[in-house]
Every structure is written in C-alpha cells, then in structure tokens.
C-alpha cells in the first residue's frame, strides 16, 4: 500500500492530496501527553512509596517501610478479595446481558434503532450523578428499594455490581452488536440449509465468532472495575464497615483522606502493576496478540 | 488536516502561555514584604456569599487602604477543601489566610511551622480581645497557642424531638439517660421509629459517641485522646460509651435499617419530619435544614434539648460536642500580615455580625448576645447562644479534632461497631491500634 503511494506522489512534495502513513511527529502530541499525564505519575507515585509525606514540605525517604506496612495490612487482603469478586461477578453479569443485548441489537427488528439508542443513555451520565441517583433509590424510608441494602454486606455489594452494570453495559453492548455485525450472513444462510434453528445458530456461530469481541470487552471490564471508584465512595464508602473497599478506594482514603502520600503511592504502585500483570495475562491467555481476522476473505 | 493540527498546536501553546502567567501571578503574591495583597481561602458552600460581601466591604474600608493590601477571596468547592487546602498550601502559592475547624484539621500545618501565632496579637489587641466566647477560642487553638479567629456561626450538636408526637404519647424531653431509655421504650411500642440516624454517612453516628464519652466519662477523656496518645482510647469510658451506643442499636432505637439512610441526601431528616423518627440528634444546621424543605414541620413540630446525663456518670448536662465555629487561620509567610490582622478584626465587628444573623448563623463574638433578637429564629439562635456562652466545655467533633491519619480509621471503627461487625470490646481495641 505504502509502495504504490510513494510512486503516484512521487516528485511532489507540496500540494495536492498527501496520503500514507504519517511520520514520526505525528506521534509526538499522543507520547508527550501521555508522558507527562501517565508516566510521569506512575514514576513520581513509585518514588514516593519509598518516602514519608503529607503533602507539607519536602517527602522523607523511609525505605521499605510503606511496602512492608501494605503486606501486612489486614485490610489488603480482604480489599484484594473485594476487587477479585466485585471484578468478577461484574464481568459475568455484564458479559451475558450485553452479549444478549449486542447481538439483538445487531438484527433488524423494528425500532432496534430507537431502543438502542436509549439503551445507550446510561452511558452517557456521569458514575457520580448515577450513584447519587441510586443512594436516592436505595433510602430505606422513601427509596424504591426498602430494605437495609447498604447498610448489608451483600447488598452493598450487589448495589456495586448492579450499578456499575447499569452504567457500562450499553458500553459492551455496543462492542458485542459491532462484533455481530461483522459475522458474515454467509454462515448463517449454510447453517439455515442445514436445518439449524435460531437457538443452534446462537450457540455454533453467534457465540465463537465473538471470541475476539469479548477478549476486548473482558479486559476493559476487568481493568475497569480494578479502577472502579466513584461508585464505591458516593454508594458505599467502602462500608458496611470495610466491606466493600476495594484498593482504589483504600489508596484515595490514604492519600486525600489520612494525607499519608506515601502508603498510597504504595498502594497506587500495587495497583498499577496489578492491573498491567492481569490484562497480560488475560491477553496472552485469549490469544488476542496473535488474533487472525475472522472477517470473510482477510 | 494540516491546519486543523497548526490550529491545535496554537490552542495548546496558548494554554501553555496561560497556565505560566496564572502561576507566576500566585507566586508574585507569596512574596514581597509590606503591602500587598492577601489571598484567603474560604470553603465554597452557600454561606460563603456573606464572605465574599465582607471582603468587598473590607477593600474599600480605610483600614485595608491604611494596610496598603487588599483581599483576594478564593472559594473552593466545598465537598473536598481539606485535600485542596493540603495540596494548595504545599505549594509555593499558599493562601496567606484560610478557613479551617481549629484541631486537628490545622495540626498539620502548625507541626510544619505553617501557621502564625496569634495570641499575642490577640491579646494585646483592643478589638480582638475579648472580642469572642472563650470556649469557642479555646477550640481553634493548639497546646495553648491562639490560631484561629472565629469567622462564621456556632454548630453545636442538639437533640431535637417532634413536639407534637411528645405530647401526644404523653412525654417529656429527657433530661437523664434512664428517662430516655423510658422514652425509647415507649416510642417503640407505638412502633415509632425513637431516633432518625443518618448511618450511611457515618458522621451522624460519631454524634451519639462523642455525647455519650462526654456525659460518661467528662470531656477530658477526649481531650487526652485528642493529644493524639491512642492507649487513651483504653480510658473504661470509652468501653462503656460503645456498650451504652450498642445496647441503643440492638435495641432497634434507629429503627433496623440505619445504615441505608443519608444524612447527606435529607433522607434522615425526611424520617424526622414525616414523624417515622421522633428524635434527631444532629448538628444546629438541622433546623435550617428543615426550614428549608419542611418549612411547617420546622415551625410547628420541632423542639430542642441538651443531650441527657448519663446516671452515675461525671459529665456536665452543659457540656456540647460539634463545631464551636470555622476560624480563619494566618500563614506564618503571609505576605502582607497588617492586612490580614486588619481583615481578621473586620470578624469581631458589628456590621459582619449583623450580617451572620441575617443568615440564621449564630455568631460567637460577645456583641451578638445583644443583637439575636434580630435573627430570623430569635428563640432558636438565643437557645444555641446560650448554650455555648454555658458551656463547661466544647468538644470540637473527633473527625475533625484528632489528627487526619486517625480521623478516616476511627470512622471505620464507629462504622463497624453501628453495623454489628464489631463488639464494643472489639470497638476499644480497634481504637487503641490507631498510628
């Protein structure tokens, strides 16, 4: 492609329509934004897990001291066991819905453009005004929901994973109706021939041709929900009592609630490395590195 | 696409240039020694409006022209001034005065030589001596030294009951912790939900304790904690101030579902109001609070009392817990310090007292005892006045009175022992880990 570009644009270096692959200083704005508003952060956050401070003058290197204080902390281990199964279940409960959703919404029944697109609005709404939204819902006295269900340790649990699902299936909706789409008619015409009916075609084609679909939309959710913190602070606040507080919201009550700027680094640091370590392995594991195209003829 | 990549560059320059001239003007205001202005930070809430006419009012006085500096307000949005605070004031540009609960919330300040001293000034000053309830002062001050001038209305915790639903059961306002456990009995049997408790936000449960340590064990118990010595958690008071909150909870005097219900949201002072709650121990704020979405349950229904003795305990029954004021607090590098003590007098004055009044505010300078008759709520705002004008001793609230890596932990703790996850004993000990 680029070969046969170089040849017609030959002899003309201005004016008239450029195409082709840019050149390095086009990658310039996207390496120095993420430069400045990623890595350098990370790297300040990995030097202040070794350091003291409060905010107020100059951070005291302490050693090992954070680190040692995070593997030892009894919250950590039940945070971790948080983050795992609020991960997990949020996965399981958003990857069926919109599965279910997607591929409906890949058809063309009357009005699925009109029920998906207001499928779609959740979405759009900030997690804070959804979560004031729910914690209004939830009100033992007045709510829609009259029972103690935050003040529970499954049912602020389940609070989480439903509000959090309400937010970003539309989201995965969305990815799993493009990755129907891109099924080819073809398989579904062979599979009509051989007397398949719509159960069996869901299960033989629909479901294995969106493999690759759902490694990307299982590895924003589980990165996601590691990250998943507005919720937890307006609904729960990590409680009843520490029950739901999942290790973003222990690095923000660190930081921004005790002003101990290094053990949150060292929790910002764990987190981080976590989070990487798991979308490599989730990547390796579903081969999306080395994916082939299942489009027809590429 | 070329010109939309050249339009882009220009916008991010812009920027670039923007954000250099914003921080070299700050870092302008940091230095310099007489004259000049003062930046002052001030929680952004709703009252902060009575703030922002005082330093207009202030800039055109001939005091601020006599200080050759003028104030420059800053309002940051209320739901997260103490991190902006911390941040802002680890920064070379530090506001010169800023807002703050006295305590622990300027401990860490004072420990970093941040903050300036200002007793002496205080003391020999005409206007600012004297010029504020003691109780209110000895609040915003730390080991002894004054740090704070009292700049908005008192908040002192209260025990507001419905009136109404009192006298239709027959009942009086307890004055002893036996009277109100009679109370409690008898409300249940109604099936009236005793006390609305706004549980989710946590906060609204700390109440209960600090009240309960006070009237058991007096004020001092907390006064030792707040030194910031966790082994004085261990104090017996502590235990049976957590035993007596249980014995509470269990006995379904917030009703069963608690934890679910927001202070923050008006849940709880909707079930107050809707008479499914009889009391509401809650912070003065709560009448306002009322006046404003239940205007005739406000007027008709509500009463306030003293939180009760507790038998055999040594509390004073004057004793409050809650926020004696919000103090302005000086820089120790001000840039211009006569134009912060001058704007920092304007607080003990007549014109800024009459203007917290008109608020609904109580303020704490000893001129407002003669000036309440104006307030919206007279009956009210005399009640609060007098109630810290008599007190013994005034707790400032423990989240905002111990230090900040002891504040969110002992939250936790409060949470856990309200949600039954912990016992009383478990309560004691979970305290006495604090670091």
Known sequence: MSSSVTTRTKGRTRGGVRTGRPNAAWVLPGVLFFAFFAVAPMVLAFYLSFTKWNGLGDPQP??????????????????????????????????????????????????????????????????????????????????????????STSGAFLALVFVGGWQFIPFHTLIYQGGARQIPEVLYQAAMMDGAGRYRQFISITLPQLRNTATTSTVLMIVGSLTYFETVLILTQGGPGTDTAILPYLMYEAGFKSYDFGYASAIATFLVVAATALSLVLVKLSGFGTMRSTREGM | MESYSRRWFLGAGATLVTAAGLTACGSGSGSGGSGGDVTALVYGDDAAKIQTAQVKRFNASAAAKKANGAIKLQKIPASDYPAKLRTAMGSPNAPDVFFNWGGGSILAYQEADQLLDLTDT?????????????????????????????????????????????????????????????????????????????????????????????????????????????????????????????????????????????????????????????????????????????????????????????????????????????????????????????????????????????????????????????????????????????????????????????????????????VGKSSPEQFVSGLKGLK
């Open chain 1, 62 to 151: 302490v050693g090992l001291a954070n680190w040692d204080k995070l593997i030892h902390d009894p919250r950590l281990t039940q945070s971790l066991t948080v983050t795992v199964l609020l991960s997990v279940v949020s996965w399981a409960f958003q990857t069926v819905v919109s599965v279910l959703l997607g591929v409906w919404a890949a058809g063309r029944q009357r009005n699925r453009a009109v029920l998906s697109a207001i499928f779609f609005v959740p979405f759009l709404l900030s997690s804070t005004a959804i979560s004031l939204l729910f914690y209004a819902l939830l009100d033992p006295n007045f709510g829609i929901i009259r029972g103690d269900t935050l003040g």
């Open chain 2, 122 to 418: 205080i003391k020999s000053d005409a206007v600012l001596k004297d010029a504020f309830l003691p109780t209110v002062m000895a609040a915003g001050s730390l080991q002894g030294k004054m740090y704070g001038i009292p700049m908005r209305g008192t908040q002192p915790v209260i025990l507001f009951y419905n009136k109404t639903l009192f006298a239709e059961h027959k009942l009086q306002p307890p004055t002893t912790w036996d009277q109100l456990l009679d109370i409690n009995a008898k409300l249940k049997k109604a099936k009236i939900t005793p006390f609305a408790l706004g549980g989710a936000d946590i906060w609204p449960e700390l109440m209960w304790l600090e009240y309960l340590l006070d009237r058991i064990g007096g004020p001092q118990v907390f006064a030792k904690i707040q030194e910031g010595d966790a082994s004085a958690w261990g104090d017996p008071a502590v235990l049976k101030a957590a035993q007596a909150a249980k014995e509470l909870i269990d006995g379904g005097a917030f009703g069963k579902s608690f934890s679910s219900v927001s202070y923050n949201n008006h849940g709880a002072s909707a079930a107050f109001a809707k008479r499914k709650a009889a009391m509401h121990l809650m912070g003065s704020w709560e009448f306002s609070t009322l006046l404003g979405i239940f205007p005739d349950f406000a007027k008709k229904d509500v009463g306030w009392c003293s939180f009760p003795t507790y038998d055999g305990g040594s509390g004073d029954i004057r004793n409050i817990v809650g926020n004696p004021n919000n103090y302005w607090s000086v820089n120790a590098r001000v840039s211009n310090k006569d134009a912060a003590i001058a704007f920092l007098r304007d607080c003990a004055s007549k014109t800024y007292t009459q203007a917290l009044i008109d608020n609904g505010d109580v303020p704490t300078t000893t001129i407002a005892e003669n000036m309440l008759g104006s307030a919206p709520n007279p009956t009210f705002a005399k009640y609060q006045y007098q109630m810290v004008q008599n007190a013994p001793a005034f707790t400032l609230s423990w989240d905002q009175a111990v230090k900040p890596s002891w504040s969110q932990p002992m939250l936790t703790e409060i949470s856990k022992l309200f």
